[in-house]
């Protein structure tokens, strides 16, 4: 937007052939350069940002890694609770077995003890 005259403070929208051959009659403006200081400071911002990003990168592999080696440990202690359970199970049938005295008769039996009056045949295995 451009105003038509100094004295008019109305601004009028220009075509755009007139905006590129305006550009054609301008001189072409050489690209800028930054002071050096400011471009040590970009590259010193820059600097410290690609180090927090591979901070936080390496941080987060670093992290995934022991989460793996977490999950392998709790496999292994999840099917060692499940080897604990099934033992305690045979533990208590066997509790309950004992508690049966007909079952600790025929354990005394087969160890070879008898009742008063009882005889013991052994069985011959050959």
């Known amino acids: 937007m451009a105003a038509r005259s100094k004295s008019e403070k109305v601004l009028a929208f220009r075509s755009p052939h007139i905006q ?13 350069t930054l002071h050096p200081a400011a471009r040590r400071r970009r590259f010193i911002w820059l600097g410290i940002m690609l180090f927090m990003l ?3 990168v390496g941080q987060l592999v670093i992290q995934q890694f ?8 709790l ?3 999840k099917q ?3 080897a604990v359970k099934q033992q305690t199970e045979q533990l ?4 309950r077995q004992l508690n049966d005295t007909n079952y600790l008769l025929e354990l005394a039996h087969k160890l070879g003890y008898i009742k008063p009056g009882e005889q013991n045949y052994q069985e011959h295995h050959e």
């Open 54 to 56: 591979s901070w936080a």
């Open 66 to 73: 022991r989460i793996w080696d977490k999950e392998e440990v």
């Open 75 to 77: 496999a292994q202690k």
């Open 80 to 82: 060692e609770l499940a």
């Open 92 to 95: 208590k049938r066997e509790v």
């Open 20 to 32: 590129t051959a305006e550009r054609k009659k301008e001189p072409a403006k050489s690209r800028q």
